[in-house]
């Protein structure tokens, strides 16, 4: 039954489009130049075809021609097979001849690429052909042949066979094993059920096999199963030819030659970007991790340097923003043969390679391109420690580079290096096209304008593996704006295979706070700070809890059990990602000593970056203890962290399975690794692949982009992995359901170019307020800046002046932020250096400034204070089972619904945060319903009320802060700026004379708060004083309301734009 219905439904239906597609076709057994079973290629069609396809051969050269291209060439199948391809795809093997009296080595073709000669190729489909085997005969269903050369081979299976893909499989498998030369010129290997359908190379594993699917936009008319699907995508004419000629990749892995196909996404993205790019306009491709972007790359790359596309012998430029993805590509390109495959260390030697490359890829970082040193290559990122002790600033200014290198010291930022480097054209190129891998970090800023500057006429693609959010702004309009060039979404990598689901789980710490010990314990250590230092320590506090031993001791307890259960019992391991690298040798330590008690056996390993010992507290003690050992080989200490130069050997072996870890391969490479768990902070959360990497522990508030890249660590497919683990004990959920959000694809490339036009503006504004701050120094920033900037230091000395220019230059930063790298930042940038100049000297002349800041020595008092009165009592889950996040929705419902507790913990969240914004711009109401909410979460605490009553008390507190907003709407009080005045007038009128008194305010200051900036013009606001105090003098004595009248005017600051 199940033949018959493999025959009716895959293998007839699969000839007809073949025939509808112009295929000709022939029964198996009507073929009657298939001569004998042992015969693969269609003599008589390849002889024609050879002809017809260069007609000027002499009968001499046509059998020379034919004798190459029949005489196996190689140790093994998939070296035959390549020596073919490189025959198939055209001027790789010439003969000598004479034409026209003159004697000439002339290319032979063997297929005929060309748009308008496609139809002179001889396309055959021919169904049950009989070939020799090895141990039987080998009955294809289907052989697709090309000018006699049999290109593709097509298993049929019946729609309803329990296991149809996989039995296809085998029998493919079977016909490359039993008939191997049928495979010496195959380009496809493909599997089709009606219903269903995958294609590989040879040789590829089934897990390698691909699916092929379409965007609605794709649909053809007719095309209607996804059999049809795949045949008209993969076997019509000029695809199967474009598959043939530029996406058969090679790729050597290990001294073997691996066979790979294109995925669909990578045809789509490959063919919409060449036709963007011969528009002469660049984009962006947003292809989640785990697509095979590098690989894509190289396929633009080989149509960028085919003559056929126009694009006149192009110079290729590859750049990464690390030096691990600038390798990894450089060794991908090189590997699947692209020519002319050079890295460039610096910017000089870019311009050298520009100046004497003609249709060359050049590799480089984008770091490379703001070194000044020919030798430049081991350039890096700051790291967590040298961001603290060392500053790396980069400006443009009158087009040069500034890169300025600075040292704490002493409280102050002393300059200890200065780099310049000129903005002068490397290349005046036309056809330069720079591919940007990554597009959403470090080189949208001044770099991106400094590229444009230096590449005026350079084509860019960018190719991001996250989305762009409405934040992250600058890059599609960078790109020239208008739509993705493709896009490929994680839901699409997981339904394809190509990634894992990704399960979510969440748990707290348990804590017992001895509160009222805390706080008098407190309040003798720093007491006698100002009330504005004590805050920000309280806040550090908030912080510091997170690294309590008690804590830390709990959830390492939490996270082996978790290991030991869901993730080492599957053969899989596991990262540690921690709230800096202190937090992960904190875990790392506590890991150990929990070994040492005999609670685990499992190894982990710390990887995170270590700067110089002279600026890095870290690097000092590793430095110390490394050298006390070597000194020390019978009295060693523990060494927390993996030595720098052994970073890159520790992740490569950690991708290896659990094993005997002395056994090694022939080679000598080892073939096992123990490391279980590699705890991180920064390091390794971007581009880092390894599959046997299943669940990621979080313990760091991550957002948006990094927090995406870092949940894909453990979304890469291997056998036997059916999902992918995220387990969060710091709370990221709301920022989950956020980045989700943005995952889904829902934000469009015009709201961003929306959001940089509406900036500009702003831009202008903020501008215009810090000049106009400054405006009564007598220096002229444009003639004599250095006066200038003396004179600002002068002016700024009072404390509150120097409040307000901070706070004018954050609004201004962050414009120019926003804008940027668009052109019309461009002319804000000298004042953009010289404001931030200033700043910068001020906290060298005000160290006042700096007495706010917590001393090592009070942050070590913080953490003992925690350690002592705060302690963990367990993990509590906070979902009955972990949550799938491929659906948004699905997700976002069930995180918010899970349980109870979780729906106290979101309600708690949610609270805190709507009060915290509240108090700023409406401190009269909100401040009681923080104080009830200080008073509900303690009682909570103590077991006083139940879970139920504080969830009706948080649903109150809810309906009050709704129901403010509509009492002022109900009054005529519509923007929140005249809710919050109304809110504090009924705190000093009363409720009937609350709305009068607003009125009168407003209506007595509507003239100076008409004015453009009336909130940074001393004058206006000291009229605006002036005026509210006229009003509340009339309810309260007029000490009293010169007090309230300050607040009410932060309280209108605040609300400006609300």
């Known amino acids: 039954m199940n033949q018959r219905l493999e025959y009716f439904k895959s293998e007839i239906p699969s000839l007809k489009l073949f025939k509808r597609l112009g295929y000709s076709h022939l029964n198996g057994r009507d073929l009657f130049e298939h001569n004998t079973l042992s015969e693969i290629i269609l003599r008589s069609r390849l002889l024609q075809s050879i002809k017809r396809l260069n007609p000027w051969i002499d009968d001499f050269n046509l059998q020379k021609a034919y004798d190459k291209i029949t005489e ?15 025959l198939l795809k055209g001027a790789t093997f010439s003969v000598r001849q004479v034409i026209n009296g003159k004697e000439e080595f002339i290319p032979v073709k063997y297929i005929e690429y060309d748009a308008g000669g496609i139809q002179e190729n001889d396309f055959l489909v021919v169904n049950q052909l009989k070939f020799h085997g090895i141990s039987r005969h080998s009955v294809p269903d289907l052989v697709v042949y090309v000018n006699g050369l049999p290109v593709a081979v097509i298993e049929c299976k019946s729609p309803t066979s329990h296991n149809a893909f996989e039995n296809a499989y085998s029998d493919l498998d079977f016909y490359q094993r039993n008939s191997e030369k049928l495979f010496y010129y195959n380009q ?44 008209y995508n993969l076997f019509r004419k000029e695809r199967l030819l474009d598959i ?41 491709v947003w292809h989640t991790q785990g697509s095979g972007k590098s690989i894509t790359m190289a396929y633009i790359t080989r149509k960028l340097q085919a003559p056929e596309y126009g694009f006149e012998n192009p110079t290729v430029i590859v750049m990464t923003d690390r030096k691990d993805l600038d390798v990894q590509i450089t060794g991908t390109f090189r590997n699947i043969g692209l020519k002319n495959v050079r890295q460039a260390t610096s910017v ?46 980069k400006h443009i200014s009158n087009n040069v580079l500034f890169k300025i290198t600075k040292v704490a010291k002493d409280g102050r930022w002393e300059e200890v290096e200065r780099e310049e480097i000129k903005l002068e054209e490397l290349s005046d190129k036309k056809n330069l096209y720079v591919l940007v891998d990554e597009a959403h970090r470090s080189q949208y800023s001044f770099l991106a304008s400094f590229m444009r500057s230096v590449l005026p006429h350079a084509k ?86 997170q690294f309590s031993a008690s804590r830390i001791n709990e959830i390492s307890k939490h996270i082996i059990n978790h290991f030991r259960e869901k993730i080492y019992s599957n ?5 540690l990602v921690c709230d800096g690298r202190f937090g992960a040798i904190h875990y790392k330590q506590t890991f150990e000593l929990l070994r040492a008690e005999g609670y685990h056996d499992f190894d982990t390993k710390v990887v995170v970056s270590i700067g110089s010992p002279k600026t890095d507290e870290i690097a ?8 006390w050992n070597k000194n020390h080989p019978h009295d060693t200490q523990p060494v927390w962290v993996v030595a720098p130069d052994d970073i890159k050997q520790v992740t490569e072996d950690y991708k290896l399975p659990f094993g005997n870890v002395t056994e090694v391969e022939k080679s000598g490479k080892k073939k096992f690794d123990n490391t279980a768990i590699l705890i991180v902070s920064d390091m390794l959360l971007t581009g880092y692949d390894a599959p046997i990497a299943s669940c990621l522990y979080l313990d760091k508030a991550l957002k948006e982009h990094n927090l995406l890249q870092a949940i894909a660590r453990v979304n890469r497919s291997r056998k036997g992995k059916a999902a992918g683990y995220i387990v969060d004990y710091y709370g990221i959920s709301a920022f989950l359901i956020q980045a989700l959000e943005i995952f889904s694809g829902d934000i469009r490339p015009n709201d961003i170019l929306k959001n940089i036009n509406e900036e500009y503006p702003k831009l202008e504004l903020n501008h215009n307020k810090l000049v106009d701050f400054f405006r009564p120094l007598k220096a002229d920033r444009l003639i004599d800046r250095s006066q200038y900037v003396d004179e600002a230091l002068r002016y700024i000395e009072p404390i509150d002046k120097r409040d307000k220019f901070k706070e004018l230059l954050k609004q201004f930063n962050k414009s120019v932020a926003v804008v940027l790298p668009d052109v019309k930042a461009m002319k804000f940038l000298d004042d953009f250096k010289l404001y931030n100049e200033i700043k910068l000297r001020a906290k060298n002349a005000y160290p006042d400034d700096e007495d706010l800041k917590v001393t090592k020595d009070e942050s070590q008092m913080l953490q003992t204070l925690i350690d002592t009165f705060l302690k963990s009592e367990g993990i509590e889950s906070l979902l009955n089972e972990p949550v799938s996040i491929i659906d948004k929705d699905k997700f976002k ?118 004015i453009i900036g009336w909130e940074a013009k001393g004058m206006v606001l000291y009229e605006i004083e002036k005026k509210i105090i006229s009003v509340l003098k009339n309810k309260i004595d007029r000490a009293s309301a010169k007090v309230k009248a300050k607040e009410i005017i932060e309280v209108l600051k605040r609300n400006k734009h609300a």
């Open 72 to 86: 196996a060439q190689g140790a093994s199948l998939v070296e035959i097979n390549h020596n073919f391809w490189q």
């Open 620 to 627: 000092e003690e590793y430095y110390k203890t490394v050298e």
């Open 571 to 575: 053969g899989n391991k596991a990262m």
């Open 244 to 284: 043939i000629r530029h996406f058969v990749i090679f790729e050597i892995d290990e001294g073997r030659i691996i066979k790979k196909l294109p995925r669909y996404q990578q045809i789509r993205a490959t063919n919409n970007t060449i036709w963007r790019l011969q528009k002469g306009q660049g984009g962006v």
């Open 460 to 545: 860019f693609v960018a190719f991001t593996g996250t989305p762009i959010s409405k934040d992250d702004k600058s890059t599609l309009g960078e790109f020239y704006g208008g739509d993705y060039l493709d896009t490929y979404t994680i839901k699409e990598a997981v339904a394809d295979g190509a990634t894992v689901e990704l399960l979510y789980d969440e748990g707290t710490a348990k804590l017992d706070v001895k509160k009222d010990e805390l706080d008098a314990e407190f309040h003798e250590k720093f007491g006698h700070e100002s009330e504005e230092k004590q805050e920000l320590l309280k806040e550090k506090a908030l912080k510091t809890y």
């Open 348 to 393: 000089r030697n870019l311009d050298r390679i520009l100046r004497n490359d003609y249709g060359g890829i050049i590799t480089t970082t984008i770091q490379k391109f703001q070194e000044v040193d020919k030798d430049a290559t081991n350039t890096s990122d700051q790291t967590e420690a040298e961001e603290e002790r060392l500053r790396v600033e």
């Open 188 to 231: 496809i290997c493909a599997a089709i059920w009606e219903v269903g359908g995958k294609y590989g190379a040879i040789n590829s594993p089934a897990a390698f096999y691909s699916v092929y699917r379409l965007k609605p936009q794709e649909e053809v008319a007719g095309i209607i199963t996804e059999q049809d699907k795949l045949i």
């Open 893 to 1010: 419902e069930e995180i918010l619904n899970a349980s109870p507790a979780t729906k106290e913990l979101k309600m708690r969240n949610n609270l805190i945060h709507v009060i915290k914004v509240g108090l700023e711009k409406n401190p009269d109401f909100y401040r009681p319903l923080s104080e009830r909410l200080e008073q509900l979460l303690k009682e909570r605490k103590e077991d006083r009320i139940t879970r139920i009553t504080l969830l009706k008390a948080f649903a109150d507190i809810q309906d009050a802060i709704v129901n403010e907003q509509r009492e002022g709407v109900s009054k005529g009080f519509i923007t929140e700026q005249q809710v919050a005045v109304y809110n504090t007038m009924k705190i000093i009128y009363g409720a009937e004379d609350a709305e009068a008194a607003t009125n009168a305010l407003f209506d007595s200051t509507t003239g100076e708060m008409g």
